[in-house]
């Protein structure tokens, strides 16, 4: 699947916005095998504190052969929700560690404002156990 968030496909406008303005959950999430799809020239904005979450999410999966593999996410901003709400990640993977999220591509995106004033650390990106 794609998702292209320019006005009728071409161009350079980032104009499509997916927003979470919760502090629960991922503006996007994919799990369970989600593999193949792009994301790009979007706003992705969201609010999550979870350590382990992030606006962006490579999650679980209960499959037993792929992961969430091989999904790009290209020319987007992922940042802060447009209430100034900050998320402690912007874009996070998670992964199983029998079946690992791999072959991911991150590229030519600004990712900007993610900030957690707690104990947790923050980061642009982040990988934890299960990723490749």
Do not use: H, K
């Amino acid at each position: 699947m794609t998702i292209d968030g320019r006005p009728g496909g071409t161009g350079s406008t980032r104009d499509m916005t997916v927003e979470n303005t919760t502090t629960a959950g991922s503006a996007v999430r994919f799990i369970n095998d989600a593999r193949n799809n792009t994301l790009q020239y979007s706003q992705i904005r969201g609010a999550n504190t979870g350590a382990t979450s992030g606006v962006v999410l490579f999650s679980t999966t209960t499959g037993t052969i792929y992961g969430n593999s091989n999904n790009l996410i290209d020319n987007c901003d992922v940042r802060e929700t447009a209430a100034a709400l900050f998320p402690v990640n912007a874009i996070t993977s998670n992964g199983t560690t029998t079946v690992q999220n791999q072959g991911n591509t991150i590229s030519n995106n600004s990712i900007f404002n993610f900030f957690n004033s707690g104990t947790t650390s923050s980061a642009g990106i982040l990988l934890n156990a299960g990723s490749v």
